[in-house]
């Protein structure tokens, strides 16, 4: 059965800390791999990963993909009390449904 | 350009009572989903559609339905409600992999 599974559950930090949170995967056809970070509300897209050892990185978040290893990773450095959310990882099956399998999610809790 | 959009943002029914939820796509998406995200959860596919055909069902009772529109805009129905319905419910629209998620529509069932 596909599956993704994030780690850790959860995570509290001090501003300033970088924090690693990891994504493993085991999906048919695998395509893509897609992090969100959800605060209030519904999920914002943060990145999409289709190729292994390629970094994508926006601002102080980065990601990298290993296709291998069936893993992707979402790096924070210089935390701030904003980045506090849960951070969603995804991957689509693509065979025949099309359906988006989300992990449970990382909280993250950054304090000032 | 307008992202996703949903309406209502937020309803209270009663059990046994029917919901219908709406979805608008960003322009030019084709493809919509639904999820259902209960706390502490991350989203559980209920549907997809793309050109109007249903492309993918998740495990929901058929007391669950969806359709899409000629615009590509997308209703989720549900029928005979319960408790453990209540949900933040997403639709979202998706091109080529991407998927972008609208702001949701919080149902509570009492």
């Known amino acids: 059965e596909d599956k993704v599974v994030q780690s850790p559950l959860s995570l509290v930090v001090h501003e300033g800390d970088t924090v690693t949170l990891n994504c493993s995967y085991e999906?048919?056809?695998?395509?893509?791999l897609l992090w969100y970070k959800q605060e209030k509300k519904a999920p914002t897209f943060l990145f999409m990963l289709?190729?292994?050892?390629i970094e994508k990185k926006s601002g102080r978040l980065s990601s990298i993909l290993d296709k291998k290893e069936l893993f992707s990773i979402l790096n924070i450095t210089a935390t701030q009390t904003g980045d506090s959310a849960v951070y969603l990882c995804?991957?689509?099956?693509?065979?025949?449904?099309?359906?988006?399998?989300f992990g449970t999610g990382t909280r993250l809790k950054v304090l000032a | 350009d307008a992202g996703v959009t949903q309406s209502p943002t937020h309803l209270i029914k009663t059990r046994g009572q029917q919901v219908t939820l709406r979805c608008s796509p960003i322009?030019?998406?084709?493809?919509v989903s639904w999820y259902q995200q209960v706390l502490g959860q991350g989203p559980q596919f209920i549907f997809q559609?793309?050109?109007?055909?249903?492309?993918g069902r998740g495990n929901f009772p058929d007391r669950f339905s969806a359709r899409q529109f000629p615009n590509y805009s997308s209703e989720l129905n549900v029928n005979a409600l319960l408790l453990g319905d209540s949900a933040l419910y997403l639709c979202?629209?998706?091109?080529?992999?991407?998927?972008?998620f609208g702001p949701g529509t919080r149902l509570t069932v009492t």
């Open positions: 979202a629209s998706s091109s080529a992999y991407e998927q972008y």
């Open positions: 999906v048919t056809n695998f395509r893509s």
């Open positions: 289709t190729s292994s050892g």
């Open positions: 995804a991957v689509p099956n693509t065979s025949g449904t099309y359906k988006y399998i």
């Open positions: 322009s030019g998406h084709k493809s």
């Open positions: 559609y793309y050109e109007k055909e249903e492309r």
